[in-house]
């Protein structure tokens, strides 16, 4: 929402992954960093099989240095237990690096990648959502893996008949 000031999160689409009583843990869809899959896999010693072209997310302000994945669990992606968190449906989470080795190496169709996420402590975002700071969307796979990140904030607002030009800061529920 417009009143939301920290400039991390201006038009943000944030995949809210964790929350509980504690903390929130989620990851900026609409962000990329200058960076290639390709490069950070080179990087870290592993060879890239997926699209040429695919870029990293930032996934938030917090601890950059973390990397974060999520995919459409498909016919072929193999990867089972403790490492992998099914979200909702065939959407899935993981942040380890034998994980993303083996994604690498046979990539689903839907896989973005993140370095960073953002993170709420405890109470910090229900009193955001209290000042009217967030809109709360459903979720949507087909938001997380097609919309064009320019596109997507429009795009979430647009599907929950809300019109972007008439948002206006103010606190409370919108």
Same mark, same amino acid.
Request: proline letters at 5%.
């Given at each position: 929402?417009? /009143? ?5 999160? &201006? &038009? ?7 929350? %509980? ?23 870290? @010693?592993?060879?890239?099989? =997926?699209?040429? +072209? *695919?870029?990293? !997310?930032? !996934? ?11 995919? /459409?669990? #498909?016919? %072929?992606?193999?990867?089972?237990? #403790? $490492? ?9 989470? *993981? +942040?380890?690096? %034998?994980?993303?080795? $083996? ?5 689903? $169709? #839907? ?9 709420? +402590?405890? !109470? $910090? ?5 209290? /000042? !009217? ?8 796979? @087909?938001?997380?893996? #097609?919309?064009? *990140? ?10 929950? /008949? ?9 606190? =409370?529920?919108?």
């Amino acid at each position: 929402m417009p /009143q939301l000031a920290d400039p991390n999160f &201006r &038009r943000a689409v944030v995949l809210i992954v964790h929350h %509980d009583a504690d903390s929130t843990f989620g990851l900026v869809l609409n962000r990329e960093v200058e960076l290639s899959v390709r490069e950070l896999c080179e990087s870290l @010693e592993f060879s890239w099989n =997926g699209r040429a +072209g *695919a870029e990293v !997310g930032w !996934g938030g302000p917090v601890e950059t240095n973390t990397g974060w994945l999520l995919f /459409q669990d #498909d016919v %072929d992606t193999e990867i089972e237990g #403790d $490492q992998v968190s099914r979200l909702e449906g065939e959407l899935c989470f *993981a +942040g380890s690096m %034998d994980v993303l080795q $083996q994604l690498a190496a046979h990539p689903p $169709q #839907d896989l973005r990648i993140f370095l960073g996420y953002a993170g709420w +402590g405890k !109470g $910090q975002l229900e009193a955001e959502l209290a /000042q !009217g700071a967030w809109v709360v969307a459903p979720l949507s796979p @087909e938001v997380v893996f #097609d919309v064009p *990140a320019e596109e997507m904030w429009e795009h979430v607002l647009r599907a929950m /008949q809300i019109d972007p030009a008439r948002l206006f800061s103010t606190a =409370g529920v919108h």
